[in-house]
């Protein structure tokens, strides 16, 4: 089981915590596009602007794969859409085409500056990855980011992809875990029948323990 | 100690975990506008639109007050900002007059959906507070929204001023939480005196273990 398609797919794409990016390496990208962009070998082009996309969730130290080590270090994913699927999904609670989600990765501080407790985000970037819609290339695919610029195509037998067409609440995507949209998909019916099984199931064990 | 505005002023508008907000609530709010609108009697009316502006980090149960009862219920706290602050911030290292910070906590949920472990946030909103900068009223003030359209000015006698006014790395605000901007700050030459003391205490303090 996994949440988002970084999870399982982590050993594919994932930087370790010794090299992270700075987002200052991540802007010397000229792509400033909102749309996917690939390159002549088929690589995608990472968005250099998607901090200013439209925020949809952060998690911590979420379901990890057991062969990724972060006994030393928590984990933030944030993650972002582009700002025309946004609106597309506020109005029908669907994805529409060239839909593009870009999850960052960033190690979690502790203690620095004047904060004693909990959790912040640092300035430590432990990996980028992108999932999109582009009907033009078979729909919904992953890529993993092992540079800054250009990103990998991940494999259609991955399990991200099962996992995300199972379980993900809208069209293979986890909008259950995406708080202001699950409301707008209810309302619009736009639910996967994966996702409405996972509910169904989860009722009745509740309903059995009572 | 505090990070960020709401730390210490918790008490002011906190909202409780068992009525918490949810997004549609707020969105019935008629203020879509990215600049300050007051109430005749000085309100301030929350901007419905916020979850559409900049992000710039998440905490999860940062240095909380101790009168704050989250023995329960962990919080996510997810800060906005608008976007033609962000801009001039980008360009210049400043935040210009009508910057407005929303701090936005969120429940935190562990098992739920397919998801194990870890922390993702929930739809459950335990409290909204804003911090802007309105050179007509005064310069930076906080605002506690204890209900969901308007929120009342926190006086500047609070513990937030002050704090904020002694730590955060530019003008008043915890830019050093903030990792997208950290290096923006750095490279302007925008840090407060307070943050590059304390900043210069901490490594002397480092320096001393050695």
Redesign the interface.
């Known amino acids: 089981?996994?949440?988002f398609w970084l999870l399982l797919c982590l050993c594919v794409f994932f930087l370790t915590v010794n090299a992270p990016w700075?987002?200052?390496t991540a802007q010397t990208s000229a792509n400033n596009s909102t749309a996917p962009v690939y390159t002549a070998d088929g690589k995608l082009v990472f968005p250099a602007k998607y901090?200013?996309w439209?925020?949809l969730?952060?998690?911590?130290?979420?379901?990890?794969s057991p062969t990724v080590n972060l006994a030393e270090h928590s984990m933030?994913d944030?993650v972002?859409v582009n700002?025309e699927a946004?609106k597309a999904f506020v109005a029908t609670g669907k994805w529409p085409d060239k839909t593009i989600f870009v999850l960052e990765g960033?190690v979690?501080g502790s203690k620095?500056?004047?904060?004693?407790?909990?959790?912040?985000?640092?300035?430590d970037i432990m990996s980028r990855s992108i999932h999109l819609k582009d009907e033009s290339r078979g729909g919904w695919a992953f890529f993993g980011f092992d540079e800054p610029t250009t990103g990998n195509h991940i494999p259609a037998q991955a399990v991200c992809y099962s996992?995300h067409a199972d379980?993900g609440?809208v069209d293979t995507t986890?909008v259950?875990?995406y708080?202001?949209l699950?409301?707008i998909a209810r309302q619009k019916g736009t639910f996967s029948p994966g996702?409405l099984k996972?509910?169904a199931a989860?009722a009745d064990k509740k309903e059995s323990k009572k």
């Open positions: 089981m996994t949440r700075t987002p200052a901090r200013e439209i925020y969730t952060t998690g911590l130290d979420m379901d990890y933030f944030n972002f700002p946004y960033r979690a620095g500056s004047i904060n004693k407790g909990g959790h912040y985000q640092t300035t996992c379980h609440a986890f259950q875990f708080p202001t699950l409301e996702y996972d509910e989860m």
